[in-house]
């Protein structure tokens, strides 16, 4: 049965399990500075210096032929994750990592729209068993922070529009380290030499920010190209992202060890914390492998 699975699903998973723990490691950034917008421009900036190592084994007439739709993009996701990083402020992560996994509502009417996708019932079951699991990452409760809940919404539609942006992109022949290279090299040129001026006093880089950084910026651009070769293969933005929102489950597990580790501004969370969001997590998962299968 193992082989039957689609190699694009397998990549998906790994790069769930990567952004699992890069997007739970952005909490560390909040011990360097309160400037949400900072953080969100320096996290890119991070990658993008590590990206510009990859220039030459991409095709540079693929960046100047797409470019207006690359800085889009690129706008869509500095965006969402300043956005995300607001809502980490209001938020723990154990909560907030699995709720990007409505991102899948969101990339599923985009893709209807403009992508023209249709999907089988089973697929609309899956969804719904996912948004349930929603319940339990919330510890079984039907409020949770409002602020830090609008800012992930926020997130997940803006990054959405981000994902319909790379299959359009993927569907003109760009090749997926190409756009994984673009995607992070393109703000870092135009916004990093404008940072003195966008954050004035505030735009230095302490030495262990910028070991925190660097160590975010390895995992997340690991990530991307690997996420990004699956949307290659797959050719269809809803199965990626129904498979992505496996992190979810990841996030509990990645939050779990983090603190045991001694990582800073990470929950620690109770017995009954970890059972809610550990089945939270598992109906997440299961409800995706149900969607997964009505794709196929």
Known sequence: MLNNIPAYIWLT????????????????????????????????????????????????????ANIELIVLMCVFILVAQTSYLKALQHGDASFVVPMLGCKMFAVAGLSVLFLSETY????????????????????????????ALAFVLLTCVLFAFADIAVVLLLNRGMGGLDLAVFVFVVPTVLLMPLSPIIFKNNWQVSKPFSKTLFIYAL?????????????????????????????????VGVVYLMARFGFSHIERLSKQQLINRSFG????????????????
């Open 281 to 296: 997590g598992f109906l997440m998962s299961a409800s995706l492998a149900l969607a997964v299968m009505g794709l196929q």
């Open 13 to 64: 998973l790994i790069a769930s399990v990567l952004h699992a723990f890069s997007f739970t490691y952005t909490k560390q950034f909040l011990a360097h500075s309160s400037n949400r917008i900072k953080l969100a421009f320096y996290s890119q900036y991070a990658v993008g210096l590590i990206a510009f190592c990859l220039l030459p084994f991409v095709d540079l007439n693929q960046l100047w």
């Open 219 to 251: 995992v997340q651009l690991a990530g991307i190209i690997i996420l990004m070769l699956a949307f290659k293969q797959a050719q269809q933005v809803t199965v990626i992202n129904i498979v992505q929102s496996s992190r979810g489950f990841m996030a």
């Open 120 to 147: 089988s019932p089973i697929v609309y079951v899956g969804a719904a068993g996912a948004f349930a699991s929603l319940f339990f990452l919330n510890d079984g409760k039907l409020h949770g922070s409002p602020k």
